[in-house]
Structures are given as C-alpha cells and as structure tokens.
C-alpha cells in the first residue's frame, strides 16, 4: 500500500520509520517532510495547510493512507477534505480535533462530565480578566485557547507577572490569534506525565507512559519550547495511577466526546499532572507528541498500519497494542538561542552513526538537503533516541550518541531523564 505522512517535524519521522517497518507498505510519501524522512520516503513540496493540493496529490497517486502528524492541519479540518475526496485518513475530524483546537472547550468538557482537570476560568476581554486576577491566588496559569505551537502557557508567580502575561496574549498578540480567549487556570503541583492512546470512536488502548521536559535550558529554567527531550516509561506512572486515569479519565474522555457528537477517532494526547490529589488532566493534545513520539514509537511491537487502520474502522477493541519491556530517552539538539533567534543553513556531521540500528535512531525535525549537504533549518534540529533494558541505560546511551553528531551552534539540555535518579 501507498502512504501519504502530513508533516515536518521529528514526530513525522518516528512516524515514517515505524511506517517503513511495516511489510504492508510498498511506498511512503510526506508532505512536506525534512531531509531525515527523505531518506526513508518521498518527499512532496506540498505545505501541511495546502489542503486543495493534499487531496489532489492524494487522488492523483492512488494513496492508500494519509497519516496527518501535525495539529494545525488537524484543527483546520484537513481529515474532512480527504474522507470527502474518499481518501482513507488516520486523525480526528475538525470537530473532534477541537479538543486540542480550544483550551475552553476541552476544560468545558471535562467540567461537564466531571474529568478531574484544574479550577479555571475563561475570558474574551482583557479588562475582565484583569479584574478577576486581582482576587486570584498566586501562582496562577494563563492559557492562550488556541493552538500556540506547545508555547501559549504562561505560569505567572505574581499579580504583575499574570498582568504582564494577560497583555502579551490577548492584547499584543503574542500567540497570534489563539490569544482571542484566555483561560485561567488554577496552578497545579506535581509530577507532569503524557500518556498517548489509540481512539476508535468507541475504545481506547493506552500507550506507553512518557515524561517531557519543556523548558529551554538545564534545571527547567529558560522559555517555554516545543519539548528539549523525553524519557519513556515514567516511573512516577504506576499501575496505582493507571488505574485511576482508566477509570475516571481516559473512557471518560472518549464517551464525552462521543455524547457531544464528536466522535473521535485517531491519537489522543492526554496531558497529567499527579497532584497530592490524585492525576489530573493538564492538557488534551488530538495527536502524537513531539518528541514524546520519538520514545514511544520505537518500543511499540504492532505494525503501526494494522492499529491505524483498526482506529479508522471501529474495531481497535480486535487489537492489543504492545510494548517493549525496555526504556528509551530522547535528548533534542538545537540551535543555540532556540526559541527565541537563531542562526541556519549549518552542516550537519555524524549522521551515517545511525544507519542501520534498532537502539539508536535519529529523527530529523529542522533539517533540509542543501547542496547534497544535510543542514540545520530549524530550532530543533535533531531528536537522539536509544533505547536501554531501563532508563538510567537508555538515558547513559543517549547522551553518548549525541556525541556522534555536530554542528555549529549546537545546543542541548545536559539533564533530561534527571528526575529518575532523583525518584530512585
């Protein structure tokens, strides 16, 4: 079969090497891919929101499956145009892919069909939100509603910091339109854990637990970036834990959608926070995590295409999704100053290290073919996945291969995974 992966960033390329295991694909496209998926599928020049010339190229080159990575395409409602073209599409609809689209509805959801989540409130006026923060407890958390590249989340620890934040999102722009609408939220403690799962509309199978590290520098201080790394499992995830989000957060969250006409079908990303409470939901995302992916995807033993295909046709319940009984860690290599300005347009040495390993993988997300040259395009540049038979060796394995590669300006977090030892 012909597959068709909608995206650019290192999540499409975990993506296209689990594809690329599969004995059921004879040909990978992506659109429009970086020069890391280039090497293991035809790249089309073709942006994630042109969607007229996805379901053409679709159409044209008989894809048998379009895999869509990214969230805006996701929001926008490029799942739609393709099933109306009569294309088969892994990912929710426009109207499901909301939950992640809009903070309010996804925080209205869960409040309607009692989700455990954070105390919030959500404002379109700038005065009012103001007003309301005057009376708030500190720290708080500002949320722009919209889709903000994992960056529209401002934790604000005084009244002037959370006034600073309400004029950065809703009156300068900041986050460009996600900034609209605003939720405040109620700051949560506790250890952060993602939890990714397969939907069919109906049934949920959880995947492998997986731990992000946000921040842009050591010790989680800097900005807020897309994500500098991540291990899988989490420690702190256990089975107490598991047990608890089955029961009152993940088929609840499925049904919830379901009963408001929005059935959804594809990846849901669900965000935790273990407060002294108990888990709480942090965050909806309506697709795989980036760099979460990247440790997930090479522990899973299905054929990637046999689960998609199950979510597509409502039978996910006729699958056990498995994992390897191993850990992996990925350390991202940046561009130093990412995310705030950076330089480009660097070679990138050392990449021939990782041909041919099934412990060792390096996922492109800011990269291109230049001059028959592979060079940095990018703020991340690279995500160094190994894997170990725990996670202090996966997290040792590493770091050691983030050595094989260079480039000027290259920068890296030195304490992702840290949080294990300091659980052990």
């Not at 990912?91 to 919030?120: C, H, Q, V, W």
Request: charged content about 30%; overall charge negative; hydrophobic content about 40%.
């Amino acid at each position: 079969m012909k597959v068709l992966i909608v995206g650019s960033g290192g999540r499409e390329h975990a993506i296209a090497t689990s594809v690329a295991k599969s004995k059921r694909v004879s040909k990978i496209y992506c659109a429009p891919g970086n020069a890391g998926i280039g090497q293991i599928a035809e790249c089309v020049a073709i942006g994630a929101m042109e969607f007229e010339k996805l379901v053409a190229f679709a159409k044209d080159t008989e894809i048998d499956l379009v895999i869509v990575g990214m969230d805006d395409p996701l929001v926008g409602g490029l799942v739609d145009e393709l099933e109306k073209a009569g294309i088969k599409t892994f990912g929710p609809r426009k109207n499901a892919a909301i939950l992640e689209g809009s903070k309010a509805f996804s925080k209205d959801l869960m409040k309607k069909y009692d989700i455990p989540t954070a105390a919030y409130e959500t404002f379109d006026d700038a005065d009012a939100a103001l007003a309301y923060l005057e009376t708030a407890d500190f720290p708080i958390v500002l949320k722009a509603d919209g889709l903000a590249l994992g960056k529209g989340v401002l934790i604000c620890n005084t009244l002037e910091e959370a006034k600073d934040g309400v004029k950065s999102i809703m009156l300068d722009k900041q986050f460009g339109t996600a900034g609209n609408r605003m939720v405040v939220e109620e700051f949560m403690t506790g250890r952060e854990v993602s939890v990714l799962s397969y939907v069919d509309g109906k049934t949920i199978q959880t995947m492998t637990s997986a731990q992000d590290h946000k921040r842009a520098k050591d010790g989680d201080e800097g900005l807020n970036t897309g994500g500098m790394g991540t291990f899988s499992p989490s420690p702190f995830y256990t089975e107490e834990v598991d047990e608890f989000c089955k029961k009152y957060i993940y088929q609840k969250t499925v049904d919830a959608m379901a009963a408001e006409g929005r059935e959804f079908k594809g990846i849901i990303f669900f965000g935790l926070m273990l407060t002294p409470k108990g888990p709480r939901v942090l965050e909806y995302n309506a697709r795989f995590g980036d760099p979460e992916a990247q440790v997930v995807l090479p522990r899973m033993k299905n054929d990637i295409i046999d689960v998609m295909e199950a979510c597509i046709d409502g039978t996910l319940d006729q699958i056990k999704v498995e994992f390897e009984d191993n850990a992996a860690v990925c350390v991202v290599l940046a561009s130093d100053g990412y995310p705030v300005k950076y330089d480009k347009g660097f070679e990138i040495t050392g990449l021939d290290k990782f041909e041919g390993s099934d412990d060792y993988f390096c996922f492109h997300a800011g990269t291109k073919l230049q001059d028959g040259k592979i060079v940095t395009n990018g703020g991340r540049v690279l995500g160094i996945t190994a894997k170990g038979a725990n996670l202090k060796e996966a997290r040792a394995n590493a770091y050691k291969a983030t050595e094989w590669v260079d480039f000027a300006n290259k920068y890296m977090r030195n304490d992702i995974g840290k949080a294990i030892f300091e659980a052990e």
